[in-house]
């Protein structure tokens, strides 16, 4: 089985949308991801919903 999901987020510096793959199975999670585009390092939490999907939020990691 594949828990991993693909989620387009958009970067909460420059704008442009990053692809991020969501490993499902590690349940709520938060980590650092720098942006492919700006290079400046994205705080990205997943939480999941009741149907097993990923709930992604994006914000700067000095907010
Ligand atoms: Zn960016």
């Known amino acids: 089985m594949n828990f ?3 989620v ?3 970067c ?3 704008g442009e949308p990053m692809e991020l793959d969501i490993d ?3 349940g709520r999670q938060e980590y650092t991801e720098d942006c492919p585009v700006c290079c400046k390092p994205v ?3 997943v939480t999941l919903k009741e149907d097993g ?3 992604v939020e994006v914000r700067p990691e000095d907010a």
Do not use: D, F, G, K
Request: net charge neutral; hydrophobic share 35%; with cysteine.
């Open 4 to 6: 991993l999901e693909s």
């Open 8 to 10: 387009v987020v958009q």
């Open 53 to 55: 999907r990923p709930q």
């Open 43 to 45: 705080t990205v939490s």
């Open 12 to 14: 909460p510096y420059c």
């Open 24 to 26: 499902c199975a590690a």
